[in-house]
């Protein structure tokens, strides 16, 4: 079975700072891993995804995360918040079953 | 291009009674499609998820059930609220193409409130 960590349930950061968002792992077999973010009242917004090749992806809204296969991390990261990034932010994983395992959340706070 | 719709958008309901939500993809067929429910501070819990007409898996043990009448409409139902069920419910759909992990793409979201 996987499972999904999200080592910090909230995030404050002034604004154009960077900020990381940590996602760790747990699965016995290969996986896919997104990351989605949820504006207060509203669905899932997928910000990017990692299936295979480099394990650089950049997404949108100038997010970028990394694969990192030994430490089973995928943390997300900005080198510049904006005030509009405040949002809740998902770590998901799946074997490819189309079956997601979320993470408890992440809620980034921007403050000017 | 695809669009998936929720509803209704909130819902305020008594202990005991009984629950319809609704939801519909347009621009697809044939799609997986998923609930899920958010409670506050617990991320998303997978509840029900179909790959085609009249085909249910459930997750979870709950008194909650669900049905896909038509390829592109799925509702969740209960027939005895609890105040455990209060919630954000998300419904989400995926190609279906078998071997392929697409992504998920969620609605808006209906927040349930059981008083």
């Known amino acids: 079975a996987q499972s999904v960590t999200q080592l910090d349930s909230q995030v404050p950061v002034f604004e154009e700072a960077p900020v990381e968002l940590r996602c760790n792992y747990s699965?016995?077999?290969?996986?896919?891993l997104f990351w989605y973010v949820q504006y207060p009242n509203q669905g899932l917004q997928l910000l990017l995804k990692?299936?295979?090749?480099?394990?650089l992806v950049k997404g949108i809204n100038g997010f970028e995360a990394e694969f990192n296969k030994s430490q089973t991390s995928f943390h997300l990261r900005k080198p510049s918040v904006h005030i509009s990034d405040t949002a809740e932010y998902f770590c998901?994983?799946?074997?490819?079953?189309?079956?997601?395992?979320f993470g408890t959340g992440t809620r980034l706070l921007v403050s000017p | 291009s695809q669009t998936i719709h929720q509803w209704p958008a909130t819902l305020v309901q008594p202990v005991g009674s009984p629950l319809s939500l609704e939801c519909t993809v347009e621009g697809t067929s044939n799609p997986n499609l998923y609930w899920y429910r958010q409670a506050a501070g617990r991320g998303l819990q997978l509840l029900f998820y179909s790959v085609g007409i009249g085909q249910i898996s459930s997750e979870v043990p709950q008194n909650l059930s669900a049905s896909r009448p038509q390829d592109r409409q799925f509702i969740l139902s209960s027939k005895k609220l609890l105040l455990s069920d209060s919630g954000f419910y998300l419904c989400?759909?995926?190609?279906?193409?078998?071997?392929?992990?697409?992504?998920?793409?969620f609605g808006p979201g209906t927040r349930l409130t059981v008083l």
């Open positions: 990692y299936l295979s090749g480099s394990t």
């Open positions: 699965s016995s077999v290969s996986v896919y």
């Open positions: 998901a994983v799946t074997p490819g079953f189309q079956k997601l395992v």
């Open positions: 989400a759909w995926t190609t279906g193409l078998a071997g392929r992990t697409d992504t998920q793409y």
